[in-house]
């Protein structure tokens, strides 16, 4: 059995089990939300989520695109549109009023121009547009009043439900 001490506090927290520093944290009198767990774990359990409700409407066009101009090949995951969903719902959760560019530059990467120097190159806008779209849709997502998107209170509930979820299994192995 690991007890962990915290100094701020002075508290300590039994487990039944062995606890990775890592991953511990401190109980949070609101509960567990999305920025208190690892994001990859967050998004692959969140993806598995829009997977299973069936409500998130696909594009006949996902097994043969590609996530930018950079790439050479469409991506070899058959759900890779539902983890770009979660990983953007995640992006507009964590920056409230974010735009499909600014989506662009983040999710974009670096162009191989043999032996020119490489450049950044945006994301596909409409990869992006249509999961936006689609999180808009199940109600996870609204258009913000400033432009770009916000998170809905339904949206905000889902994320930080599969968060607690993500923590709980994690933290108990």
Request: proline share 5%.
């Amino acid at each position: 059995e690991a007890v962990v001490s915290t100094q701020s506090t002075g508290a300590s927290y039994q487990s039944l089990g062995p606890i990775k520093e890592h991953i511990y944290k401190e109980k949070h009198v609101g509960g567990v939300t999305l920025k208190d767990v690892e994001s990859h774990l967050w998004v692959k359990e969140f993806a598995a989520f829009l997977k299973k409700s069936g409500k998130l409407p696909i594009p006949k066009w996902t097994d043969i695109v590609k996530t930018a101009t950079f790439k050479e090949l469409p991506p070899k995951d058959n759900d890779w549109y539902y983890v770009r969903s979660a990983a953007l719902l995640r992006r507009v959760y964590l920056r409230q009023g974010v735009g499909c560019g600014a989506l662009r530059k983040i999710y974009g990467g670096r162009i191989n121009r043999g032996s020119a120097p490489s450049h950044h190159k945006p994301a596909s806008a409409s990869v992006i547009r249509h999961c936006l779209k689609g999180l808009e849709e199940m109600k996870l997502i609204a258009k913000h009043p400033d432009g770009g998107r916000m998170i809905t209170s339904a949206g905000r509930r889902d994320a930080d439900r599969i968060a607690s979820q993500v923590m709980s299994s994690s933290i108990v192995e």
